[in-house]
């Protein structure tokens, strides 16, 4: 059996890639396979935050850039995260995963409100915690929140699954000399731009010491490979 080498990990997935092939909307196989790594990385003792984005649904500076007021715009967003936090949490708890809701803007018929220290009790009785709503404040992505939570729940590690299979010197769906990094510092991440995640969330990871690792989410068993410290992705992290 499988060793993980993390106790506590934050697992960031994108709205995106819950919707499949579909591009938008929910692609239930796709969730089903994602909470099944979920359900065995549990199994395994290992106590799982998740974050996931809101752009299958409303990406806030995308789809109301120039024709709705920003904020108003971000709070549509962070309700799109909840629309996928309970999606995914249904689908846990039919497979048998204790989990919870947690919503940085209060929403208590359906969710718990965000409170750090009911989150870590949580987390350390085995339950998986969903944190929606990003950080609850407009002008920051869920990729920020991820970190945020991450750093507050003292998270091993930021497990970033997207639908790219790893950091690269340039986009390489545009430039086929682009080359894959293994390893990657914070400093470099910022200084060449790179589209890891915005310069807001990799700030926040660097100044708090929290290694990201960006892996694709094409194969949900990489949840797994990434947890039990197999090469998969890019870590992003400090000088050695």
């Not at 993980?4 to 591009?23: D, F, Q, T, W």
């Not at 987390?123 to 929140?145: H, M, Q, W």
């Not at 939570?149 to 086929?176: C, F, Q, T």
């Amino acid at each position: 059996m499988e060793k993980p080498v993390y106790k506590r990990v934050l697992l960031k997935v994108s709205g995106e890639a819950l919707a499949g092939e579909k591009h938008t909307g929910l692609d239930f196989e796709v969730i089903g396979q994602v909470c099944d790594v979920i359900k065995e990385c549990v199994a395994l003792g290992v106590q799982v935050g998740l974050v996931v984005g809101g752009g299958n649904f409303w990406r806030g500076v995308k789809d109301g850039g120039g024709r709705m007021e920003r904020t108003r715009a971000d709070h549509m967003g962070m309700m799109a995260t909840v629309l996928n936090c309970l999606a995914v949490a249904d689908m846990l708890e039919q497979k048998g995963v204790d989990v919870r809701v947690q919503t940085a803007i209060e929403m208590r018929a359906i969710a718990e409100p965000y409170i750090r220290s009911k989150a870590i009790r949580h987390l350390e009785k085995g339950r998986v915690v969903i944190f929606g709503c990003g950080t609850g404040n407009p002008y920051f992505s869920t990729d920020t929140a991820a970190v945020l939570r991450a750093a507050e729940i003292n998270a091993d590690v930021i497990l970033l699954a997207k639908n790219i299979d790893g950091v690269y010197s340039a986009d390489p769906m545009k430039d086929p000399t682009a080359v894959k990094y293994d390893t990657i510092t914070y400093d470099d991440v910022l200084a060449q731009h790179l589209q890891v995640m915005d310069s807001t969330a990799t700030s926040l990871s660097m100044d708090n010491h929290i290694p990201v690792l960006l892996f694709a989410l094409k194969d949900p068993k990489n949840i797994l490979r990434a947890v039990c410290g197999e090469k998969i992705g890019t870590i992003v992290k400090e000088e050695a």
